[in-house]
């Protein structure tokens, strides 16, 4: 299951000849994605839900057969309660500005990534009262240190990653689950680093709230998110403005999932590729997935057979999304990051990953890291020569 990968580098050409960024985004996009974007943009143009002429009608029924393609593939029994976001990071703004208020309190890892906690700092400053839990070094929240803060004072909700963009721990969300309901509380996710890489069922998960980015290991366009919200669950909207259902007299949203929370004109194209894309994986998603395995299995010994190299998150062979990060003895992770994209046309992220609470509990906040981020279109000779790179900048 493999994209053919792009050319070298040229003056007018920026495409990298190895990319190993996936955990930011992936690319290139799969031919049927790609496809099925021009289609909505050459001939699905109408407004969804916005006109009863033949275009608007064909884009309406395109983004219910995407919604529907994606619940399916995500495990979600009534594809209403699956709702279109501009990015997971909005996803998880509706997620925790939603549902939480003022005297509430919370119980969070920490791993998470900025996504969840700038939404966290702000309602703190409006006075919901945030506990976190420190993970272990390799990134794992421990169910039982989450239990005993739950269960030392009520709280409304568990806030948990799926797995972490730094380390690609996956953290134990089935009992995490368990913890928070026995106690009354709800569990909230961010599952960015997940949905896809992972075989998610979110009826079977447990978590009340799930949020996943759709560009990410979906594969889908940029600018396309998703939430999941339980049907008990009830969030109080964020964004009010023009819906496709409800009666356009009355100044309140439509009560009905999933346009109550979906206000503005829809981003057709995204919705439409990332339906594409969830067909793909239904498809051929195990076979993706153990190429995925394979290769980071391949890139986590290889980094350990270098010099000076220390390799963030569960051991190898232990299970983990396709994020390998590393830190070197003497060499600064930015600096090899960069001599890989100007010396070998290679892609990779170094810094500190818009998670500076998961470099913090794994002790690399002053120096940051270098992440591999494995995924469509990555080939055993992308890792050999990548490893070979670094080899050279390290020596």
Known sequence: MRSPASGLQTASDP????????????????????????????????????????????????????????????GVPDSCDLL??????????????????????VVVGSMEHNAVARPLAR????????????????GLVDPGDVEREVRAAPTKAVICQHASNLTGTIQPLGDLADIAHEYGSLLLVDG?????????????????????????????????????VASGLDLEEQAEGGTGAGASETLTMPTERPDRYEAGTLNTPGIIGLGAAAQLLAAEGGAFRRMEAELVRRLHEGLLEIDGFRVLGPPPGAPR???????????????????????????????????????????????????????????????????????????
């Open 123 to 138: 309602l703190a400053e409006a006075g919901v009262e945030v506990v976190v839990v420190q993970a272990d070094p390799a």
């Open 15 to 74: 495409r990298p000849a190895v990319y190993l960024d996936h955990a930011a985004t992936s690319w290139p996009k799969p031919s049927q994605v790609v496809d099925a974007v021009s289609r909505s943009l050459t001939e699905l143009g109408g407004n969804p839900g916005r006109g009863a002429y033949a275009m608007a009608l064909a884009a309406s029924r395109a983004i219910f057969d995407a919604r529907r393609s994606l619940a399916g593939l995500l």
């Open 192 to 228: 960015a680093q997940g949905a896809g890489h992972l075989d998610v069922d979110l009826a079977a998960l447990g978590a009340d709230a799930y949020a996943t980015s759709g560009h990410k290991g979906l594969l889908g366009p940029q600018g396309i998110g998703l939430l999941y």
């Open 321 to 395: 999304v396709p994020v390998v990060s590393a830190v070197h003895d003497t060499v600064d992770a930015d600096r090899i990051a960069f001599e890989l994209d100007r010396r070998y046309d290679i892609a990779v992220r170094g810094g500190l990953h818009c998670a500076p609470w998961a470099h913090e509990t794994v002790g690399t906040l002053e120096c940051g890291a270098v992440r591999f981020g494995v995924g469509w279109g990555v080939t055993v000779e992308h890792v050999e020569t990548a490893l070979a790179a670094i080899a050279e900048i390290v020596t």
């Open 84 to 105: 279109f976001q501009p990015s997971c990071t909005y996803a998880c703004n509706l997620m925790l500005k939603g549902s939480l208020r003022p005297g509430d309190r």
